[in-house]
């Protein structure tokens, strides 16, 4: 079965870049579309943008201009960058595969 | 973007039947907007219910459905448990398109 694990800093600097990476156990990275969600506290969930065809990407029109998912095959990884950051980026960021896997969620706070 | 519409809360008694939906503003839901019902409890990671309109995973519990209905995407619980009571969210994921989540339904079980 397939399992998904987000990792990165918990905590960003105004301005800064977040960046965060999913590591895929359990299939190949190829194929599917791999995809960042998050969710403010208390608020519902927000999709960030996906990756499909090993490079082929689509970002939420409110964040194209900061956000970057990219994928490191060779890891079974893919990655998140949003730069610029505001404390409205503070968020649970998850990573989900087609179909309906979801990681854990990682906790990113950005504060100075 | 097209916004994606839930019922904000809605109430089912122990042991009764309950349709959540999922609706959109650019037109009818269809099976090519791939929908998907994710079900999330407090300080909890969402979990998949129902992938592709109606396609159940492994721990998709049985009295959950999904479905097209008028036009919109639709989740039933037949024979709610308390265990169910939760927050519910859609998500409408066209292939190669802008991906929406629905703004989510607070179920109660009373």
């Known amino acids: 079965q397939v399992q998904l694990q987000e990792s990165g800093p918990g905590l960003v600097k105004p301005s800064e870049t977040l960046s965060l990476t999913c590591t895929v156990s359990g299939g190949s990275i190829s194929n599917y579309y791999w995809s960042w969600i998050r969710q403010p506290p208390g608020k519902g969930l927000e999709w960030v943008g996906y990756?499909?065809?090993?490079?082929?990407?689509n970002y939420n029109p409110s964040l194209k201009s900061r956000v970057t998912i990219s994928v490191d095959t060779s890891k079974n990884q893919f990655s998140l960058k949003l730069n610029s950051v505001t404390a409205a980026d503070t968020a649970v960021y998850y990573c989900?595969?087609?179909?309906?896997?979801w990681g854990q969620g990682t906790l990113v706070t950005v504060s100075s | 973007q097209a916004v994606v519409t839930q019922e904000p809360s809605l109430t089912v008694s122990p042991g009764g039947t309950v349709t959540l939906t999922c609706g959109s503003s650019?037109?009818?839901?269809?099976?090519?907007?791939?929908p998907y019902w994710f079900q999330q409890k407090p300080g909890q990671a969402p979990r998949t219910l129902i992938y592709d309109t109606t396609y159940k995973h492994s721990w998709t519990p049985a009295r959950f459905s999904g479905s097209l209905l008028g036009g919109k995407a639709a989740l039933t619980l037949s024979g709610a448990q308390p265990e169910d009571e939760a927050e519910y969210y859609c998500l409408l994921s066209p292939g190669g398109a802008d991906w929406v989540f629905g703004g989510g339904t607070k179920l109660t079980v009373l």
């Open positions: 990756m499909y065809n090993s490079g082929s990407t």
């Open positions: 650019t037109g009818a839901v269809t099976s090519g907007h791939y």
């Open positions: 989900a595969r087609q179909g309906g896997y």
